[in-house]
């Protein structure tokens, strides 16, 4: 059964903590991505990564780390220095195109309440 | 650069009825255009895509958009709403690697498809 977990569903924190949540894809896809999704917004890149040992900033990757030492997992680290963590986080994965950018698959995502 | 606009935050639909969600898009790039459906508290769910084929593209679960480059559009539609297509719909603009895109697709703010028995 192929796709994109996602763990755990809901996560609750205390500020001033760290929090790693879990990515892992199962579709042999190259690519990966991490995303945050506010209420009444459209979703937002936080960091991607191409290939393994590599990876890049988004348009909002501080407060935010990332590893990518295998190819199907990309964990996303949300550090005490975020300043707003509270979001839903959706991690996605698409193959490599040479030309056109193709479709991302979708996990499905981690709420994350810091109180 | 690649920017997107949903022209609704919000649709309601009686069961049944036709669906339009609007979508404007603005690109220097021949565009890769895509649809997405989320439904509450999941993940995004691809509808269609568009990629310079055909330009009335069908996807799943009834839904279909036509890319109009005069118009800078890619409108989703469906003949007849069903309770079930209530979500948030995402209309998602990328352009071709080579841009400095390196494959980012960038997000409209979303549409939420409300359906009334």
């Known amino acids: 059964d192929g796709g994109i977990t996602q763990s755990p569903k809901y996560l609750f924190r205390k500020e001033g903590q760290n929090v790693t949540l879990s990515c892992e894809q199962n579709?042999?896809?190259?690519?990966m991505y991490w995303y945050r999704q506010d209420p009444g917004q459209g979703l937002r890149l936080i960091y991607y990564?191409?290939?393994?040992?590599?990876?890049q900033k988004g348009d909002i990757a501080e407060g935010y780390s990332v590893s990518r030492e295998k190819k199907e997992s990309f964990p996303l680290t949300v550090t005490s220095a975020q300043k707003n963590p509270t979001a839903f986080y959706l991690c996605?994965?698409?193959?490599?195109?040479?030309?056109?950018?193709?479709?991302?698959?979708f996990g499905p995502g981690t709420r994350l309440t810091v109180t | 650069a690649q920017s997107v606009t949903q022209l609704d935050s919000h649709v309601s639909v009686s069961e049944g009825t036709p669906v339009l969600l609007r979508c404007n898009y603005s690109s220097s790039y021949s565009p890769s255009l895509f649809w997405y459906v989320q439904h509450p508290n999941k993940g995004l769910q691809l509808l269609l895509k568009?990629?310079?084929?055909?330009?009335l593209v069908k996807g799943i679960n009834g839904f279909e958009a036509e890319f109009k480059k005069s118009e800078t559009s890619f409108h989703l539609t469906k003949p007849s709403a069903h309770m079930s297509d209530a979500a948030e719909y995402f209309c998602?603009?990328?352009?071709?690697?080579?841009?400095?895109?390196?494959?980012?697709?960038?997000f409209g703010q979303g549409t939420t498809l409300q359906v009334k028995p």
């Open positions: 568009y990629t310079s084929a055909a330009t």
């Open positions: 996605a994965s698409s193959i490599s195109t040479g030309v056109r950018p193709a479709e991302q698959y």
């Open positions: 990564s191409q290939i393994v040992n590599d990876f």
């Open positions: 998602v603009v990328s352009g071709p690697r080579g841009s400095g895109n390196t494959g980012k697709l960038i």
């Open positions: 579709l042999n896809h190259d690519a």
